[in-house]
């Protein structure tokens, strides 16, 4: 059974670090891309950052140079280290995987099959 479980949100200042953490079962991790998307209040959801199984890496323009994805493939851990954190990002963060090759390193959301519940992270000025 495909799970994910996120962990690690909470609330900082602006520039302050956030790393988030998604438990996956040892099937996911090793066969599956990765994503981490979040959705604010109001907004569509929106594509944080991707790794393919090869340990290729993508992000949003507006997270390049602060947040950093990464997995232990020993623990079966999805991270997203958060640096330099801004009010706009401000949202529920989710963990996401899909077998799909053609999704790999995609950002786009309706690609992913699987879904954690989520994490919050509030980003205060």
């Known amino acids: 059974q495909v799970q994910l479980v996120e962990s690690g949100g909470g609330s900082v200042q602006t520039g302050g670090s956030l790393t988030l953490s998604c438990a996956t079962s040892g099937y996911i991790s090793r066969r599956y891309s990765m994503g981490w998307f979040r959705q604010a209040p109001g907004k569509e959801r929106e594509g944080v950052a991707a790794?393919?199984?090869?340990?290729?890496?993508s992000y949003a323009d507006s997270v390049k140079g602060r947040f950093t994805i990464s997995q232990d493939n020993a623990k079966n851990t999805l991270y997203l280290q958060m640096n330099s954190l801004k009010p706009e990002d401000t949202a529920r963060y989710y963990c996401?995987?899909?077998?799909?090759?053609?999704?790999?390193?995609?950002?786009?959301?309706?690609?992913?099959?699987?879904w954690g519940q989520g994490t919050q992270v509030t980003v205060s000025s």
């Open positions: 996401a995987a899909t077998r799909n090759m053609l999704a790999a390193g995609s950002l786009n959301f309706n690609w992913y099959n699987y």
């Open positions: 790794l393919t199984s090869d340990g290729l890496t």
